[in-house]
């Protein structure tokens, strides 16, 4: 055994697996696991962790970091809230593949999570970005999806409709390249075009590459509203028609005329679980989500992205259209809608507000003021969108094939990906797992809420060595107070950091001691399946 470097000693171990918690001290060789039990006569320097719990790192099974760390690998707001591995290119908003004649329309279709300007683009496979994101030295681990806009794109640029038979082959063939180069899975997002066009059999060819690989294929679906429960028929089809392993990212509904109908949908999953297949969903604690605001635009005025976009919208007949299919079509209310990032001269005047507010800075009526901003930068317009329902959301948190992925972004807030006013779950979606759901409202028990934050999303991704606390494993720790863990933002002061995270250990190398981060410590790995 190679000389131990750290005993984590005091603690009270919650290993990962659900299993109850114990006293047991926690030693490290390597940057990994070397023993677990009664280390009192071992000669090494220790780390004081009585009064603490101590699990595995947690592992984000649906982040959005792709372009952030390659902005600052610091990742302040992941690991200060005890992320120590995080799966990025989710939604289909992936940076890579991006042949050189596309990259430039595959920069402008993942926009979203764009926020750095200044990030140089020099990859145009999957192993290129890899490497670039190695070079970044991010302070956490990484794991990558190919995501289906890149893939599609790379193949058909920006346009929508379906694709012929040739362009299929080749989008399988990205896939498998992607998979082959260290990908732990595909991932699309069928709200985003031009992925939104996709047909049954563009999705079955994702679908067969994944299966061929034993990935993972993450949809978000077409439809979190009105149309929730054929979107997840359309997801669960995927799987059923290749048999590929499936994980619905983020299952939640928007809009209180569906309340109640995530509950039929987790039905629908746990029928085709009981057929076999292998089908899984994830949640963040939120009641809020967050996209581009021109997700809310009717389909066929999406399509061709942010450039047609902009141009549809200089025409007055169009937006009367959209206004018009607006009154019967949207599902939430324009006073539950704020303005959470604009890249414009209006920044000041609307950021934070509603969209019902928006509209009486701008002295237009709530759904001409949504258009107006979206017209004037429609890939840098976002939202915050509440509208959900706690019972819905209690549903999901219960449901046996769920783990927890936080749909956020590694931010700087005093840097470059520091802008606008982020949905806080970029900061303190774990502690507010632990604190809120927790310890609070008794939602979880504290092994389930660590279990689904670590062992079962590195279970989804084939990430063999992490999420648990075991002899040979990687020794990605979070030390924190359990009572006094939570987060410590709102919707309207996001950019805080959560209380109660003591330490974080990645590969075995302490990121955060005593709550504050080693700014120059910076032992994260690109991580493969395996």
């Known amino acids: 055994m190679s000389a131990i470097t750290l005993v984590v000693v005091g603690g009270s171990v919650i290993d990962g697996t659900g299993a109850p918690r114990r006293s047991a001290d926690v030693a490290i060789a390597d940057g990994r696991v070397a023993a677990v039990g009664d280390l009192s006569a071992v000669d090494a320097p220790r780390l004081d962790a009585t009064g603490m719990v101590v699990a595995p790192g947690f592992v984000d099974l649906h982040g959005h970091s792709d372009l952030t760390l390659l902005s600052d690998g610091r990742a302040r707001s992941a690991v200060a809230q005890g992320i120590t591995t995080q799966v990025v290119g989710n939604c289909g908003i992936g940076p890579a593949p991006a042949p050189l004649d596309q990259a430039v329309a595959i920069r402008r279709a993942i926009a979203l999570i764009d926020l750095d300007p200044d990030v140089p683009w020099a990859w145009t496979t999957m192993a290129a970005y890899r490497a670039a994101l190695s070079g970044a030295r991010p302070a956490l681990n990484v794991a990558t999806l ?70 993972l294929f993450a949809v978000h679906m077409r439809d979190y509203g009105d149309a929730l429960l054929p979107a997840v028929d359309e ?86 259209r959209i206004r018009q299919q607006w009154r019967s079509t949207l599902h939430l209310g324009w006073d539950e809608i704020r303005v959470s990032l604009v890249d414009d001269e209006l920044r000041d005047a609307v950021l934070g507000r509603t969209i019902e507010e928006a509209g009486g800075v701008l002295g237009l009526a709530p759904d001409a003021a949504a258009l107006e901003l979206i017209a004037r930068t429609a890939d840098r317009v976002q939202m915050v969108a509440f509208g959900r329902s706690e019972t819905d959301l209690l549903a999901v948190l219960g449901h046996p094939s769920a783990v927890i992925g936080s749909d956020g972004l590694a931010l700087d807030p005093d840097g470059a990906t520091g802008i606008g006013r982020p949905h806080p779950r970029s900061y303190g979606c774990y502690p507010r797992l632990l604190g809120e759901m927790v310890r609070e409202q008794g939602t979880l028990s504290l092994e ?83």
């Open 146 to 215: 190919a995501g289906h806009l890149a893939l599609r794109i790379a193949v058909a640029g920006e346009r929508g409709g379906t694709l012929v038979t040739s362009e299929i082959a080749a989008l399988e063939a990205y896939a498998d390249a992607s998979l082959n180069e260290g990908a732990v899975g595909i991932s699309t997002g069928l709200m985003y075009p031009p992925a939104r066009s996709a047909d049954r059999a563009e999705l079955a060819a994702l679908g067969r590459a994944v299966r061929r690989h034993d990935a």
């Open 235 to 320: 997801a669960l089809g995927i799987a059923r028609d290749t048999g590929c392993r499936l994980q619905i990212s983020h299952l939640a509904v928007a809009g209180r005329r569906n309340w109640g109908s995530v509950a039929r949908a987790l039905e629908r999953v746990d029928a085709c679980r009981a057929d076999g297949l292998d089908v899984g969903v994830d949640i963040y604690p939120y009641l809020a989500g967050s996209a581009n605001l021109s997700q809310l635009l009717p389909g066929w005025a999406q399509e061709g992205g942010s450039l047609a976009i902009a141009e549809r919208l200089a025409d007055p007949a169009v937006r009367r």
């Open 448 to 530: 389930r809420a660590i279990a689904m934050s670590t062992s079962g999303p590195a279970d989804r991704v084939r990430l063999a060595d992490r999420g648990r606390i075991a002899a040979g494993a990687a020794a990605d720790l979070v030390l924190f107070d359990a009572d006094r863990v939570m987060d410590g933002n709102s919707f309207e002061q996001p950019a805080c950091f959560p209380l109660g995270i003591e330490h974080v250990l990645v590969n075995g190398v302490p990121v955060i001691r005593n709550g504050i981060q080693l700014d120059t410590v910076r032992p994260g790995r690109v991580l493969s399946p395996g």
